[in-house]
């Protein structure tokens, strides 16, 4: 989004967190197995935005993979 994020302060970081995503590098090391690639990327809606209903997570999880051109039915 083009900040720097050590310079801004602690109550604007708290809302920019939610818009913050860690991508780790090494998948076999950081993604659990036992969980499916829908799992995966509905645990952090599930995190930050608890008022999403579980069709709304659906959603938004399709949208996802599609942007990174994935088929929805990788989930």
Do not use: C, W, Y
């Not at 998948?27 to 069709?55: C, K, N, T, W, Y």
């Not at 999880?61 to 990174?68: A, D, P, R």
């Amino acid at each position: 989004m083009g900040k720097q994020i050590n310079a801004i302060k602690h109550s604007n970081l708290q809302a920019l967190r939610t818009k913050l995503q860690i991508v780790f590098r090494d998948p076999f090391a950081s993604l659990s197995l036992r969980l499916s690639i829908h799992d995966i990327i509905a645990e952090g809606l599930d995190v930050h935005r608890p008022q999403l209903s579980d069709q709304e997570i659906d959603n938004q999880v399709e949208e996802t993979l599609i942007k990174v051109g994935l088929n929805k039915d990788t989930a």
